[in-house]
């Protein structure tokens, strides 16, 4: 077991989580989870998962992961420098998450849903990831890191986006496993959460 491994489980245990409900939440198997804790590096995407499941900022996380790392000196040294001018520079980081009242404020770059134009500015509700029928969601690109917005429309087998726009064809998936793999693909695809509103300029 590393010294980030501990750090990981010690971080579960200081907010009384067991490794079923922390595994459950993150959707991975809770023997994955027991492995993050043992002896296994997990991915960015557990990493960011768990950090909001222990309420623990990511960029603490990332610190510790480096002290850990095999990288050389030099290299951890810049990676850190790096994290920290991130996190002090405040300026930058509100003009891509901009907070307003809770809301994650974002600006489409990526070709969306036809009523939605790139360019516009969405606030999205990122607790609430509930699917509705006819509501908008936002997303961020795992490929690109853009952001998007469609709708989604859910069935028993299907999974799809729409974007109802001749410039971006509606997505299929198809579900087998149920809940717990539609939640996959939506983790996949980057949903961030529900839109409350939209600026478009003109």
């Known amino acids: 077991m590393t010294a980030f491994n501990d750090y990981l489980k010690a971080l579960r245990e200081q907010k009384s989580l067991d ?8 959707g991975v198997h ?5 492995n993050y804790e043992g002896h296994r590096d997990p991915p960015i995407d557990y990493l960011i998962e768990f950090a909001e499941v222990v309420d623990v900022p990511f960029t603490d996380i990332l610190k510790k992961r480096l002290d850990d790392s095999k990288a050389t000196e030099q ?3 810049n990676a850190l420098d790096s ?3 991130v996190k002090s520079n405040d300026n930058t980081l509100d003009d891509i998450y901009a907070r307003d009242n809770d809301l994650l404020q974002v600006k489409l770059s990526e070709v969306s849903h036809t ?7 969405v606030y999205i509700d990122t607790k609430d990831k509930s699917i ?3 509501s908008m969601y936002g997303f961020l690109s795992p490929m690109n890191g853009c952001y998007f917005a469609a709708k989604l429309a859910i069935t028993d087998t299907k999974l799809k986006l729409v974007f109802e726009s001749i410039e971006r064809k509606d997505t299929e998936f198809y ?11 939506l983790k996949t695809l ?3 959460g529900k839109v409350v509103k939209a600026e478009i300029v003109f």
């Open 132 to 134: 509705a029928p006819g």
């Open 75 to 77: 290299a951890k040294n």
């Open 175 to 185: 579900i087998e496993d149920g809940s717990t793999e539609s939640h996959y693909i």
């Open 83 to 85: 994290l920290n001018s």
């Open 190 to 192: 980057g949903l961030l």
């Open 30 to 34: 809770r023997h994955t989870q027991s």
């Open 115 to 121: 009523s939605i134009p790139v360019d516009a500015t």
């Open 19 to 26: 490794i079923g409900t922390v595994a459950k939440r993150i």
